[in-house]
């Protein structure tokens, strides 16, 4: 049985999954005031425009909510760490944390977008971000 079931694409998220083709998180945007709106809608709620086009979101975000996902007949299976994540783009999204070790995850964590396939399946999934360097201050003047 596959881990992945594909998408089934329909004409409103097609540009969603086309961007995840090409390594981006396409976020829908109204071409008339501007407001990100996910999952994707026909029509913006702020102005009622049926305009849109797309935008790459930032792809960093904190985690605003998780849980661990165990499979329910297979125990042995290696639990998923299901987010939903604030984006700094400033929309939710869910989606899977990656490259963690269960004991480090947490609310508020920094984020990042990556891109995995999974049984062929290319999907947005987030990694921690690394830490912000620190830098020396420059002494300017
Ligand atoms: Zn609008």
Redesign the pocket.
Known sequence: MPKVIPPTVETDDEYFWDGVQNDQLLIQT?A????FRHPPVPM?G??H?TAWTATPSQGTGTVHSWIVSRHPTEPDADPRVVILVELDDGIRFVSNLVDVELVDVHNEMRVELCFRVIDDVKLPQFRPAPSPSRQTPSVQG
Do not use: N, V
Not at 32 to 35: A, E, K, Q, S, V
């Open positions: 109204c008339d005031c501007g407001r913006c702020d102005c425009s």
